[in-house]
T-cell receptor, first 117, second 109 residues
Framework: GAVVSQHPSWVICKSGTSVKIECRSL??????MFWYRQFPKQSLMLMAT?????????EQGVEKDKFLINHASLTLSTLTVTSAHPEDSSFYIC?????????????FGPGTRLTVT | GQNIDQPTEMTATEGAIVQINCTYQ??????LFWYQQHAGEAPTFLSY??LDGLEEKGRFSSFLSRSKGYSYLLLKELQMKDSASYLC??????????WGAGTKLIIKP
């Protein structure tokens, strides 16, 4: 149980275009989903936290107008990278929590590798 | 500020034992996690400690001392497939995960 999927697993796009990444909890309801970014040889960096039906909370330094997050249902959150630039090329990973604030484990999706040319 | 420290890289021999340490300073504590991450893949859950002591799970064990702000991950009978990065993460007072930079473990035959 507790499986999280991401789609696509990798994507190449041209500079200036937008890319949407989906994160789904397949066998549980995710009240909270997290979006991370990871550059090569670096640790995970939390970008934003999203709760179903409400606006995402962005970490300092993350542009909310550039990284649009929608958590429309208890099983789906999307991250849209708008007007992508080469410096946005990274490994984007989502994770999901099953319960409320006090629940412990985050379940990670397999990640999406974005390359902007 | 909040801080998680772990060694950048460690090397060990196949079949041996290795201990990866993690020290933390966070605003509040709601548990400590260890994750394994192979290159190019997402992290996978290894262990969770919220009370002091040792949690054993097969070849992997994790220890926590809350008074010392210290944890370690112990890997026994090392296999080549254990070559990966090991991430220490602490859940703070807001249940946000604070991540360490990860320890790259290299296993040599």
């Amino acid at each position: 149980g507790a499986v999280v999927s991401q789609h696509p697993s990798w994507v190449i796009c041209k500079s200036g275009t937008s890319v949407k990444i989906e994160c789904r909890s397949l066998d549980f309801q995710a009240t909270t989903m997290f979006w991370y970014r990871q550059f090569p040889k670096q640790s995970l960096m939390l970008m934003a936290t999203s709760n179903e039906g409400s606006k995402a909370t962005y970490e300092q330094g993350v542009e909310k107008d550039k990284f649009l997050i929608n958590h429309a249902s208890l099983t789906l959150s999307t991250l849209t990278v708008t007007s992508a630039h080469p410096e946005d090329s990274s490994f984007y990973i989502c994770s999901a929590k099953e319960g409320g604030l006090g629940s412990s484990e985050q379940y990670f999706g397999p990640g999406t590798r974005l390359t902007v040319t | 500020g909040q801080n998680i420290d772990q060694p950048t890289e460690m090397t060990a021999t196949e079949g041996a034992i290795v201990q990866i340490n993690c020290t933390y300073q966070t605003s509040g504590f709601n548990g400590l996690f260890w994750y394994q991450q192979h290159a190019g893949e997402a992290p996978t859950f290894l262990s969770y400690n919220v009370l002091d002591g040792l949690e054993e799970k097969g070849r992997f064990s994790s220890f926590l001392s809350r008074s010392k702000g210290y944890s370690y991950l112990l890997l026994k009978e090392l296999q080549m497939k254990d070559s990966a990065s090991y991430l220490c993460a602490v859940s703070d007072s807001n249940y946000q995960l604070i991540w360490g930079a990860g320890t790259k473990l290299i296993i040599k035959p």
